[in-house]
Antibody
Framework: DVQLVESGGGLVQPGGSLRLSCSIS????????MFWVRQPPGKGLAWVST???????FYADSVKGRFTISRDNSQNILYLQMSSLRADDTAVYYC???????????WGQGALVTVSS | DIQMTQSPSSVSASVGDRVIITCRAS??????LAWYQQKPGEAPKLLIY???TLQSGVPSRFSGSGSGTDFALTISSLQPEDFATYYC?????????FGQGTRLEIK
């Protein structure tokens, strides 16, 4: 079965950095489109970033210049490097994979990132 | 950015009821629309993509319709496990955007 497992979440001070990892099994990170989606506590879903198999990347305006999506093909891991973190970045971050265009048919369990002093 | 507006924001219904949730896009998106179900503490789950195609393993009581700007998710006969929050998502134009969610509660 396909599994996506996020790690690296936690509490970080405003202005700090954090790297999320998404370890993936039975699903190739290099051959499929990969995404990060976040959900602030009690709120809805918000797209953060996309990494296509062509290496093309996209970012939401709210994170552009602060977040970087990348992958390790040999380890089959997706990353989200987050810097200059702000309180409004507090959310559960989900990694997701798509085999159907940009429809997200595989999801991880989520990692909570809390930005607070 | 394309705005996705769902109606209603919340709805109460009983087991066996038929429920329709609608999603309106701020501009035409053809059929580039998906529906997701999310239960508390869980990741979203893809139910329908391309507006009306049922994802593998999803019960046939779920159906989707619409094109252009107006879409609907129909649950034909509510089951206890269907009480959750539902989101629409457009993939026509970057950035991908989601609706604000519709919470389906037990009456």
């Amino acid at each position: 079965d396909v599994q996506l497992v996020e790690s690296g979440g936690g509490l970080v001070q405003p202005g700090g950095s954090l790297r999320l990892s998404c370890s993936i099994s039975e699903f190739s990170v290099s051959s499929n489109s990969m995404f990060w989606v976040r959900q602030p506590p009690g709120k809805g879903l918000a797209w953060v970033s996309t990494l296509y198999k062509s290496d093309l990347t996209f970012y939401a305006d709210s994170v552009k210049g602060r977040f970087t999506i990348s992958r390790d093909n040999s380890q089959n891991i997706l990353y989200l490097q987050m810097s200059s973190l702000r309180a409004d970045d507090t959310a559960v971050y989900y990694c997701a994979g798509a085999t159907l265009g940009d429809y997200l048919n595989y999801w991880g369990q989520g990692a909570l990132v809390t930005v607070s002093s | 950015d394309i705005q996705m507006t769902q109606s209603p924001s919340s709805v109460s219904a009983s087991v066996g009821d038929r429920v329709i949730i609608t999603c309106r896009a701020s501009q035409g998106i053809s059929t580039w629309l998906a529906w997701y179900q999310q239960k508390p503490g869980e990741a979203p789950k893809l139910l329908i993509y391309a507006a009306s195609t049922l994802q593998s393993g999803v019960p046939s009581r779920f159906s989707g319709s619409g094109s252009g700007t107006d879409f609907a998710l129909t649950i034909s006969s509510l089951q206890p496990e269907d009480f959750a929050t539902y989101y629409c998502q457009q993939t026509d134009t970057s950035p991908i955007t989601f609706g604000q969610g519709t919470r389906l509660e037990i009456k």
